[in-house]
Nanobody
Framework: QVQLVESGGGLVQAGGSLRLSCAASGRTFSRYDMGWFRRTPGLEREFVAAVTWSGGNTVYADSVKGRFTISRDNAKNTVYLQMNSLKPEDTAVYYC??????????????????WGQGTQVTVSS
């Protein structure tokens, strides 16, 4: 079992920044890939970013590329999402997820076996 707990969400003005954290416990964190997703009411869950187990490879959704940065600290069992130049359309509940099978860094939610409870990010215009 893997437990994931997100934090760092909140209300910010457009153009501002937030850093989300996801603390993991349970199985060996450093062995699996991690991703961030988001969901807006009425819409499907959307891929945001993912990072390999080593932190050496990342992938981003086009909508956040150049503004968001995913990183991880395996010593702290934590993955981060630094969000800069936030826009109102970034408003969503953000979830971190763990892909314990790994292999190929993926954007598909179905490949992630464990999910956190989510943290709300609201960007005002």
């Amino acid at each position: 079992q893997v437990q994931l707990v997100e934090s760092g969400g909140g209300l910010v003005q457009a153009g501002g920044s937030l850093r989300l954290s996801c603390a993991a416990s349970g199985r060996t964190f450093s062995r699996y890939d991690m991703g961030w997703f988001r969901r807006t009411p009425g819409l499907e869950r959307e891929f945001v970013a993912a990072v390999t187990w080593s932190g050496g490879n990342t992938v981003y959704a086009d909508s956040v590329k150049g503004r968001f940065t995913i990183s991880r600290d395996n010593a702290k069992n934590t993955v981060y999402l630094q969000m800069n130049s936030l826009k109102p359309e970034d408003t969503a509940v953000y979830y971190c997820a763990a892909d314990v099978q790994g292999g190929v860094l993926t954007r598909r939610p179905s490949n992630y076996e464990y999910w956190g409870q989510g943290t709300q990010v609201t960007v005002s215009s």
